[in-house]
């Protein structure tokens, strides 16, 4: 049945404590919940009847307040609990049988390799017990596991660990507390034999916290990276927006089986292995990034989805695109700023706007839904936390922060919607920002055309920018969006023109700005830092492309206009090849080319990033009709004739990059990336000086020996 945001009511009930006793079993478990339950003041009065939601259940016994009930006083099936006539406040305890070995639906309580684990996001705590399983339903709780201690000597679940004991059978307990309000879906169970990789992080009031990262014990080396990940998001979080971390203790469980890539339950994130667990041996640069971002995404959630969190489903963009953006940000500021914002926008272009020009093109927070689980799309995410981006291109990184502190603080342990976001961040700023709204509303990627004139009697540049929207089938014509454009005019010297920086913002279809004092031509740099997730559309000369590729200040323009040269200089290379006429690279991609490599402002990432060739798969994608060995052709003949004309250029970027450590450390990082950029670069040429230089890196690499030289 399809479901629609229009239609959201407030729970009957809500649900203020509940008691969990877990007695684990492979074949039957046995859950027993015991909720201190009350009507909803603010839902409209209903008819008194508690509707509790299951799922695949088998019920044993209900008791009201102590009292067992009959099955003539409540109605119940695999799929939902329903007792008429409950008082206003009460305690509801249920005793249901769950099979979590038969459990092929991986939602819920389940075991794989020997392990119990839970996935209860979106809807997946109703096949634990029966509950008010919502996300605006926020409860306290707390949890008493029992289990076999030979085959389950850990027992792990939300909030801190309050005691424990032995029990008759060779069986024992442990029992957790969680004292912050949380839905549902952020419960977490896991219990199995596991092993433990400790550490501590001191928060900025002084409080001592445990964290903890428990692997299949295989996995027990590879854990100190996702460890120092963690202490560096949770110092980058109090550092940028003063978030300190609440609970006794912090754990992370990585294990090989686990169905999800990662979850962020309270206090217990849950990580299939291969997304936090690394060593020297086998993971490269790009991995150690990746698991530094994941761990500090689930980390984040803590504050943007735990201690608040979204009303409903529709609103999964509330957290999942604010805190994608919060862990883009962390990201950039322990990495490669440019580097970082360049492989998000790739990201973005690759998968979101491929959703947003198809049929499955949808708002970021969609209006209806048959199954939500289909929402955990690019969409949801990726445009997401451009949108939450937007806020911050428009207020300023301390406005954001201001805005951001008035939303949790006025908000804390509450289910909230994204019109609660905006709100915040509009009273903590004074602005109007109710045009925002239109990006939850509307679908699609807007275009953006750009053209500018220079009045040179009048010292003048004018810049007219218009956006379009596709319209959907028989929906209305889509409204003007807001879209700030950071604009930059660069002068003959490739510098900034002073003063002419700015961000403009585009609120109508068409407008046009005016720069005053501009006594030269200028090439405009355009969507700085891809300010808003578009598609600019702006006429551009080759020469003007290598301009920007070698001047632009703005170094995701700078690869951007790279990227757009070398796709034209490719393609016109592969039509000589169809053809069968001489090939000729011409001068400016070298040149663009060369200033990159030898500028001193720029680092070894993003000199790498800037200096790569678009890849066939992205040229084909230009073509209507492809022939794959002309394209190969074209972009081996323009490898090598790059490689040729800056053969002393790319040498030394290998010599003076060639001595170093391999330390997981950003100057390591951009040392080793353009290193091996530059050694790509001149493999391409086959000759026997490179060519043993890449072998030797290779068995270094492998562990066989040492490349000659170092590094």
């Known amino acids: 049945m399809r479901k629609y945001r229009k239609d959201y ?25 015991a909720m201190q339950v009350h009507r909803n003041p603010e839902a409209p009065a209903g008819d008194g009847v508690l509707v509790l939601d299951g799922d695949e259940l088998e019920l044993r016994a209900v008791r009201l307040d102590g009292v067992a009930l009959s099955t003539e006083r409540f109605e119940a099936d695999s799929q939902s609990l329903r007792i008429p006539d409950v008082p206003e406040r009460f305690e509801l305890e249920t005793e249901v049988v769950i099979h979590p070995d038969e459990n092929t639906k991986l939602m819920g309580l389940y075991t794989s390799n020997e392990i119990f684990c839970t996935q209860c996001e979106a809807e997946g705590f109703r096949r634990i017990t029966y509950y008010l399983d919502r996300p605006d339903v926020m409860a ?166 735990n201690r608040v969190t979204c009303r409903d489903w529709f609103q999964l963009t509330l957290k999942e695109g604010l805190t994608v953006f919060r862990d883009q940000e962390f990201s950039a500021d322990m990495t490669s700023r440019a580097v970082k914002r360049i492989q998000d926008v790739t990201r973005l272009r690759t998968t979101q706007f491929a959703e947003d020009a198809g049929p499955l093109a949808h708002p970021i927070r969609p209006e209806s839904y048959i199954e939500m689980n289909n929402f955990y799309t690019a969409t949801v995410y990726e445009k997401g936390a451009e949108v939450v981006r937007l806020y911050q291109t428009l207020l300023g990184k301390e406005g954001f922060r201001k805005g951001l502190r008035r939303y949790l603080e006025t908000h804390d342990g509450s289910a909230v919607t994204c019109d609660d976001f905006r709100e915040a961040m509009a009273q903590a700023n004074g602005r109007d920002l109710q045009q925002l709204e239109r990006w939850y509303l509307q679908a699609g990627t807007p275009v953006v055309r750009a053209h500018g004139d220079w009045d040179e009697s009048a010292r ?45 913002e585009l609120t109508e279809s068409e407008q046009t700005f005016t720069f005053e004092g501009i006594t030269e031509r200028p090439v405009v740099s355009l969507a700085r830092g891809f300010s808003a997730p578009i598609r600019l559309v702006v006429e551009r000369t080759p020469a003007e492309l290598a301009f920007l590729m070698a001047h632009d200040s703005d170094s995701f323009n700078r690869w ?152």
Not at 621 to 627: A, F, G, I, Y
């Open 9 to 33: 009511q407030p729970s009957s009930f809500l649900v203020e404590q509940v008691d969990l006793r877990v007695e684990l079993d492979p074949t039957d478990t046995v859950v027993t919940a």
């Open 140 to 305: 306290r709780f707390t949890t008493r596991i029992e289990a076999d201690c030979a085959k389950y000597p850990v027992l792990l679940s939300n909030g801190n660990r309050v005691d424990s004991g032995d029990l008759p059978g060779g069986r024992h307990w442990v029992q957790w507390e969680d004292p912050f309000r949380k839905p549902s879906y952020l419960f977490a169970l896991v219990a199995g034999d596991l092993s433990c990789h400790r550490g501590s992080f001191r928060t900025a009031s002084g409080r001592e916290v445990a964290l903890e990262i428990w692997v299949e014990p295989e996995n027990i080396d590879k854990c100190e990276h996702a460890l120092a990940s963690l202490r560096a998001a949770m110092k980058w979080d109090e550092d940028t927006y003063g978030l300190e971390y609440d609970l006794d203790i912090y754990m992370i469980v990585a294990v090989n089986d686990f169905n999800m890539g990662a979850m962020e339950n309270k206090g217990l994130n849950i990580f299939n292995s291969k997304y936090v667990l690394a060593k020297p041996s086998t993971a490269t640069d790009d991995d150690y990034e990746g698991i530094e971002s994941v761990v500090a995404h689930e980390y984040f959630h803590n504050w943007t989805g």
């Open 560 to 711: 951007e206009a790279g990227q757009d040269l070398s796709k034209r200089v490719l393609l016109g290379l592969n039509e000589d090849v169809l053809a069968g006429r001489p090939l000729d690279l011409g001068e400016d991609l070298v040149r663009a080319f060369r200033n990159v490599l030898l500028d001193p402002a720029l680092d070894g990432s993003i000199k790498s990033l800037t200096l790569t060739l678009p890849s066939e798969e992205v040229l084909a994608q230009e073509l209507e009709s492809v022939d794959p060995d002309a394209l190969h052709r074209a972009r081996a003949f323009a490898t090598r004739q790059l490689a040729a004309a800056l053969r002393d250029e790319w040498t030394a970027a290998y010599r003076d990059n060639a001595r170093g450590s391999d330390a997981i450390e950003k100057a390591e990082i951009d040392r080793r990336r353009i290193k091996n950029r530059a050694l790509r670069y001149l493999t391409s040429l086959d000759e026997s000086d490179t060519t043993a230089r890449a072998r030797a890196r290779v068995r270094g690499a492998a562990g066989q020996a040492a490349e000659p030289g170092g590094g």
């Open 460 to 504: 003048e540049y004018r810049l007219t920018l218009s956006q379009s929207q596709r319209v959907f089938g028989e929906q209305t014509r889509p409204l003007p969006l807001p879209i700030p454009i950071r604009v930059g005019l660069l002068g003959s010297d490739g510098k900034d023109l002073p003063g002419a920086s700015r961000t403009l």
